[in-house]
């Protein structure tokens, strides 16, 4: 039975578009995440690069590994005005899609901006609802399972996510926000409410598109948004009280609803045990000189003189450290 056991999980901000391993994560954001949620990797290239620029939001594109093997990318967006982080996206490789990888990384990103001392107001996401929660992709499917791990808060009011520009009108749903704070407040104000999804519709959506639509399309954007705000702020300014908050409403957890499985293992990668290397590593360095003495030894005892087994000791050991290469390449695989 095998003793000590773990895994390793890591995070890597990028800064820089041409970093090689950004453009494999890249790759794998594209296989992962549906069309109708994503935003094209031209886009996110472009505002990534101009980041020191940008005064309104920046963005945090971060690689993920597991063990030292890169697995993933995730993404998110600090609105510099709100002070709101807006979590996009996390996307890994298939095998690695289960709930534990999901939690795991969402807790180091989270930390990230703590340890780097990037003051937030909340952490926001956003979850669909299509056709009242029955029709809403994997990716919110296991998004919801994770905020119920993470005690995220579900608002309780309308929210509709805007259109990835003027042709993508899959992604113009109905959705949820979900909310996470330093204390699980139970409420917050109907103006609290409206200016965070003023936040993200008008410093986060409008800005972005402001920089990739000419003029006409700009104003035809804007009115888009303008609509789906005003259909907001019509039904939230109707209420009695407070917007509320439900901290444990994790039906994403009941054996009863139709969301694929996603819990499980982590795949295991293997690794070479710090003994095995320290043996080889003797192995490489000390037989040699062992077989060297021998050799000398025994030239001596049988009157050879030792420049006459220079060439048999060479080869001894060319061949020993040979073996003991293969060996060790051959454990890696």
């Given at each position: 039975m095998k003793g000590d056991f773990g895994h390793e999980f890591s995070i890597r901000r990028i800064h820089k578009i041409t970093d090689e391993e950004y453009i494999e994560a890249l790759r794998i954001y594209n296989e992962s995440i549906p069309f109708e949620i994503r935003t094209p990797t031209n886009e996110i290239n472009l505002?990534?690069?101009?980041?020191?620029?940008?005064?309104?939001?920046?963005?945090?594109?971060?690689?993920?590994?597991?063990?030292?093997?890169?697995?993933?990318?995730?993404?998110?967006?600090?609105?510099?005005?709100?002070?709101?982080?807006?979590?996009?996206?996390?996307?890994?490789?298939?095998?690695?899609?289960?709930?534990?990888?999901?939690?795991?990384?969402?807790?180091?990103?989270?930390?990230?901006?703590?340890?780097?001392?990037?003051d937030y107001s909340y952490y926001i996401t956003e979850i669909s609802n299509k056709d009242s929660g029955e029709s809403i992709n994997w990716e919110s499917q296991i998004s919801l399972k994770v905020l119920c791990a993470e005690e995220f808060g579900k608002i309780n009011a309308p929210y509709y996510t805007l259109p990835l520009g003027l042709d993508n009108y899959e992604s113009n749903?109905?959705?949820?926000?979900?909310?996470?704070?330093?204390?699980?407040?139970?409420?917050?104000?109907?103006?609290?409410?409206?200016?965070?999804?003023?936040?993200?519709?008008?410093?986060?959506?409008?800005?972005?598109?402001?920089?990739?639509?000419?003029?006409?399309?700009?104003?035809?954007?804007k009115q888009e948004i303008q609509r789906n705000f005003e259909l907001i702020q019509k039904k939230v300014l109707d209420y009695s009280e407070n917007v509320s908050i439900t901290n444990s409403n994790c039906i994403a957890l009941n054996p009863k609803n139709y969301f694929k499985r996603t819990a499980g293992t982590i795949p295991v990668t293997k690794k070479q045990s710090n003994k095995a290397i320290f043996l080889i590593i003797c192995a490489v360095f000390i037989l040699p000189v062992i077989i060297i003495l021998g050799y000398s030894k025994l030239m001596m005892l049988i009157n050879i003189p030792l420049s006459s087994a220079t060439s048999i000791i060479g080869s001894v050991i060319t061949v020993v450290i040979t073996s003991l290469v293969t060996l060790y390449i051959s454990t890696k695989k």
């Open positions: 505002w990534l690069s101009k980041n020191k620029e940008n005064n309104y939001f920046e963005i945090f594109v971060f690689v993920l590994y597991l063990d030292g093997k890169l697995i993933g990318l995730s993404m998110t967006t600090y609105l510099k005005k709100s002070k709101i982080v807006v979590d996009e996206y996390l996307a890994v490789l298939d095998q690695y899609r289960i709930n534990t990888i999901f939690v795991v990384y969402l807790s180091l990103i989270q930390s990230y901006y703590k340890e780097n001392n990037i749903f109905e959705a949820i926000l979900y909310i996470k704070t330093n204390d699980n407040i139970k409420s917050i104000s109907k103006e609290t409410y409206l200016q965070i999804v003023k936040s993200i519709y008008y410093d986060y959506f409008l800005v972005w598109y402001e920089k990739l639509m000419n003029a006409e399309e700009v104003i035809q954007y």
